[in-house]
């Protein structure tokens, strides 16, 4: 048989070549890690020239100070940066830049409010944003370092569920529980004073996903069916209600109307994305309702945000006791910076009750306007896509359901926020994430950064077949 008529019979033979994904993607991880590195550099860029345009704006001349103090936050994000580069080099490019950028934004921001009450030095809320700040990259940092596969997590779920039970219950101590603005979510040590439930939430995060890994079959399967959907069992609906019940407590007793929507929110979300059970997310819009409700009756302050909502303008509201002089407020400065807004440091927005934390996204519409109003939505949004993309990304259930979890409490934060202060839901007292002056909040939020980081870098290290 001549050999030009036996090729095509080798040919067929030859098994296929496989090889596998980290092999195929060698230079990945130094591409990845160039981008992130060339945005950081303009996110840096931006926040140095924020300072020197509020500056300019407020006080007509540049103050280096504060400028070095920023360059100082740079260097500690750079080196996250480098960290990133030995321990989880396959990690999201984009994710870091996005934090830093909000993060300077929001210090911008906060500076400007002080320039105007002349505030400096530690009485200064900017100063200490930057000093939370610097703390808060550490804590990336070393979550980064020290947790090198988060499946670890998973063996200590119900250490996080406990250890966030703790950390909610805590205000309610005597000796070191605050209250501050009517809400009892803070505990005081000496000068300090910090917000546990920041950290619970991402307790709580941990805790769902590895009870959901293990309890979904029970939840997923089992139930009768009614029009068209799969309803649970009676037996079944002890976890929804369990976290329903702590939800309410925390609205009733520690007079907290957003962490109760952020918890509930949290566990709904992560229970339909372990179950994609479409009856879970019925039976929880209806006890969210439910509360509400009855909230809305039975508790005073609650009553209040309702009427605060619904009737703003109205002169009874307005000038009543935590009336809805801080929304109309809100409002105005909004209406006030129009499309582009009046400019960094040349806007009016301390006329707005706290306008560096609860009102934050206020104070920058107002010298931002519209449009800077939505580039930094845009930067949320791909801040959360790019944590559902690595959830849905990865193989293992614990680590979709966490990064989902983290994720979508940035999202569901973010439009608490946002719609409280645009009067699209009754206002409810959160801070905006990395914006907003607050140490606790910054921490958590950095921690989330850093915990999608290495889920992500986790991702693209899964070998992936390839036939060829």
Known sequence: MPADS??????????????????????????????ELF???????????????????????????????????????????????????????????????????????IYRIDIHYGDSGWDSAGIKQIVWSAIAIVCAILVVVVIRNHRILQRYTYLFGFAALVLLLLPMLPGIGKEIYGARVWIGIGPFSFQPGEIAKLCLAVFFA?????????????????????????????????????????????RDLGTGLLIFGLFLVMLYVATARISWVILGLLLIVG????????????????????????????????????????LFGLAHGGLIGTGLGQGQPWITPVAQSDYIIASL???????????????????????????????????????????????????????????????????????????????????IVALLLRLSDTVRNQPRLVVS
């Open 210 to 254: 590895g009870y959901l890994v293990q309890a979904r079959d029970s939840l997923s399967m089992v139930g009768k069916k009614f029009l068209g959907m799969r309803f649970p069992r009676a037996r079944d609906l002890g976890p929804i209600l369990i976290v329903w019940l702590m939800s309410m407590a925390v609205i009733v007793f520690q």
């Open 39 to 109: 945005l950081l550099v303009i996110a840096c860029g931006i926040n140095a020239a924020a300072i020197v345009l509020v500056q300019l704006g407020a006080l007509g001349h540049v103050d280096l100070t504060l400028v070095y103090l920023g360059a100082g936050l740079s260097a500690l994000v750079v080196g996250t940066h480098i960290a990133l580069r030995f321990v989880a080099p396959q990690a999201d490019p984009f994710l870091l830049p996005i934090a830093t950028l909000l993060n300077g934004i929001g210090i911008a921001e």
């Open 291 to 330: 509360g509400a409700v009855v909230a809305s009756q039975v508790l005073p302050y609650v009553h209040d945000r309702f009427a605060n909502w619904l009737s703003p303008f109205s002169k009874g509201v307005y000038d009543a006791q935590g009336g809805s002089f801080q929304l109309v407020q809100g």
């Open 365 to 447: 519409g107002e010298e931002l306007g519209l449009a800077g109003l939505f580039a930094l939505f845009a930067l949320y949004l791909i801040f959360a896509a790019r944590g559902l993309r690595i959830g849905f990304a990865g193989q293992d259930d614990f680590g979709k359901l966490l990064a989902v979890g983290l994720s979508f409490t940035v999202a569901l934060q973010c439009f608490i926020v946002i719609g409280g202060v645009t009067r699209v839901i009754p206002l409810t007292g959160l801070t905006t994430p990395f914006l907003a002056a607050g140490g606790s909040s910054l921490v958590a939020n950095w921690i």
């Open 6 to 35: 036996r090729a095509p019979e080798r040919a067929q033979a030859r098994p296929a070549r496989t090889t596998t994904g980290p092999v195929k993607r060698l230079h990945l991880p130094a591409k990845l890690r160039n981008l």
